[in-house]
């Protein structure tokens, strides 16, 4: 019996073993050739349409009648709105997967169904904007350039086409005013007052939104958007003043006073105030002497099930109507700038979304990328190790 | 001699039709479909992280994902992760032992064994998000019973140096769901205890302790052992408990694995698989002290 | 056995206490959906969710195969091994605990790059891809279904009740289901509970399979962002998934006490 379990055992890892050295070679840079999108060229003088349907694409894409998205929060920039509103208007049905999901459970759902028709494989993904490179390099993505392509700030999105910025956030914070007196900035969070009450909406290691509150406290503690260490320093000090809870903050946590002072996006935290409705008070203030701004980025999978389904979606999303939709939800989308100055943002829009006339940082993506490191691998060292037995 | 020959032929017969040689094939066909269920559905994934794990992102095969499992941080999660499922398992089972005895051996009136049943079948799997929420009202700075304490007893819990973020305030959440599931493991094993032998034993003139000590629960030890195993890789397998109550920051093994195959910031899978199957060795050492443990305590039962 | 109830009464009330409190805990701040005020608006505004009921009756579809699947698979392997191959009552253990070490996560990719393409194109249908995720869900109990019905079987005489029921003439069928799960029925009772307590809540497996569609995406979509329906939420799990039990184990009364046919050792 142990010869057999022995001979079993090492029959699995040379099994194993040639199977990891037979693995298939990695996906060349360019991703399976797909046909030119029916869409016409990038814009030309007729203002971008707003969500004129381009009739061969949406005939194509009901003809599909599914799209397969995934790790979209109903309530992250008003996604809720948008998928259902997107289901109407074209009547194609929408499966959501993986709601709590991260970038990088996007990019393994990818992986895991390529060769998978089903409706476990997304169609398209919104990720980190630090990712852009990944997925071309690993060959996931296809090309799309839609129509409103010109509109799009040149420094968020791919020349060629594979992934393109959406939106972006601004870090913020958001307080349970019932409880807790609101701090104004990040010097605050070290006041004694707030003994236990501070906490981050992730683990650093693991979440984008928790990562990027210590790049930005790195920015405006004595530090830079090459410099990231005194971003550790700072929340060292906090955790020290017996100010931080190692919990994963969410509304609830906030709304029952257990976390009543929290970092996040400036999007989540003003819809959980519209959420809670004064039940209790939550206000949202940005960190005086400066914050930081994350972008995301979409993207359509090199084997999507679905592409014309796919590329019907970008163009709804990067439409005047799309665009707003997400304004409703508290994010600045991408073509913001150039909607403005043709004025189709409505005006009771425009005036929800909160102004902020301090510095923001936009880092690049190799400083993103760089900072994503340097946090993940230090901050259990510099912060961490506080388990109290 | 020939009548008592034929006789024994007789009954050799009879008995190898009731017993089928132990050499025949069929004797597998029992066990066929759980193996190629196992091979479909446990080992292909198994083998899946075994290859993963020997591959870096690109896809090329390196050792460099098992070398990383030495590094200090690692083991220490290793380490911690050991010593919070030992500890929840071993509390856990005990604690579980006694409300299963007290509604078998106990005689509790039936509807109580019933309720306490069913609820330990939701509570053994109420664990997570709400777990941990569920205990942050109740035991966390604003919590329920932290107030309650604070405002009527005049005792302030966290003055006290007590911390539901901590290691012993996620054991004591981790017991939520350990000691319901010790319930329903080992309420049949006290089922099986016969009045009998409590009564034989009683007319022998033991004590209650004498029987307990010498008769039932040298019997129920194997299934003890069992179940205590049982919480330790459910302990250890837990994820989403630890990660909502301490936001990763006390070193969990699973946590470090969720950090590198999800999230949005490390993205190493082949350590992550790496991770994993240092995880099945240590589950294969425990199970092995586990074996050993029940041999012993086997022994001599008429298996 | 005469003795004082006491101690058994301490302990049952020390357990019930500490399942009871944080309940009580989540309970109560489900109520303050309105501000100031105790009510149940969190909990109306779930039980008017249609999604709830849907994604509810989802998992409760899916629980009820995988439980049928898994007594049927696994307590004729757990009662061969004992009878016949005790050798390898170790390399079954361990397969058994595996489930606890592979991360769901890995399994479900793990899973779609096996069986999505050829030769079982199990996720192209909506047929395959329950079936995936019922073997995900038989998989991931496994080791609470081996083991209840591993400790069941200790406490009966497995051989004495096979060679009795053999020598009276029984086939194979009828030993299984007429002799021996009727002495199993706590056993399988018990995993029963578990497994439909495990189905009812998993999240990740149901969220890269089905989607929202399943009850665990629900509740997470809810939690993340609803306070205090997630909140009521939990409560409203908690005591559906108690009644069911209650229900189960109400159709299966009478025999629940035990080894009652048990063959005398």
Known sequence: MKKTALLLISLLVVFALALSACAPKPPVAEPPVVEEPAVEAPAVEEPAAAVDPMAELVAAAQKEGNLTVIALPRDWCNYGEAIDTFKAKYGIAVNELNPDGGSADEIEAIKANKDNKGPQAPDVIDVGYGFGPQLIEEGIVQPYKVSTWDSIPAESKDPDGYWYGDYYGIMAFEVNSDVVEVPQDWADLLKPELKGQFALSGDPRASAQAQMSVYAAAIYNGGGLDDVQPGLEFFKQVNDAGNFVPLIAKQATVAKGETPVILRWDYNALADKDFLAGNPNIEVVYPASGTIAGIYIQAISAYAPHPNAAKLWMEFLYSDEGQNIWLKGYCHPIRYADMQARGVIPAELSAKLPVFNGPVAFPSIDQINNAKMIIADNWMSVVGADVKE | MSKNNSFLTDQKRDARKARPSSNSWRKWIGVVPFFIFALLFILLPSVNILAGAFRTNAGRFTLANFAGLFEPSILSAYWVTIKISLTTALVGGLLGFLMAYSVTVGKLPKAVRNMLMTFSGVASNFAGVPLAFAFIATLGRTGLITLILKNVLKLNLYALGFNLYSFWGLSLTYLFFQFPLMVLIITPALDGLKKEWSEAAENLGATRSLYWRKVALPILTPSILGAIILLFGNSFGAYATAYSLTGGFINLITIVVGSQIKGDILYNPGLGYALAVGMVIVMAVMMAIYYYLRRKSERWLPR | ?265
């Open chain 3, 1 to 265: 056995m005469k003795r004082g109830s006491f101690w058994s009464w301490l302990w049952v009330i020390i357990g019930t206490l500490y399942f009871l409190l944080p309940l009580i805990s989540t309970f109560d701040f489900s109520l303050r959906a309105k501000k100031g005020e105790l009510s149940f608006l969190a909990y109306t505004r779930v039980f008017t969710d249609p999604n709830f009921w849907a994604t509810m009756r989802f998992s409760l579809l899916i629980a009820l195969f995988t439980i049928f699947l898994s007594i049927v698979l696994i307590a004729p392997t757990a009662y061969w091994i004992r009878l016949r191959l005790p050798k390898l009552r170790g390399i079954v253990e361990f397969i058994s605990m595996l489930p606890y070490v592979i991360p769901a996560i890995v399994w479900v990719f793990g899973a779609i790059r096996t069986f999505s393409g050829t030769p079982f194109f199990l996720t192209n249908t909506l047929f395959g891809t329950y079936v995936l995720l019922t073997t995900g869900y038989v998989v991931l109990s496994l080791p609470f279904v081996y083991r209840s019905i591993d400790v069941g079987l200790a406490a009966i005489d497995v051989k004495s009740l096979t060679e009795a029921a053999q020598s009276l003439g029984a086939g194979w069928g009828t030993i299984l289901f007429k002799v021996i799960f009727p002495n199993l029925k706590v056993a399988i009772l018990s995993s029963s509970f578990l497994t439909l307590a495990i189905v009812i809540g998993e999240y990740t497996i149901a969220s890269f399979l089905v989607g929202i569609k399943a009850y665990g995406p629900y509740m997470s979509m809810i939690g993340q962002n609803k306070t205090y329906e997630s909140s009521s939420l939990a409560i409203i799990s908690f005591l559906l998934t108690w009644a069911f039990m209650g229900v189960i184990q109400l159709l299966t009364r009478g025999k629940t006490s035990g080894s009652s046919m048990a063959g005398a050792r």
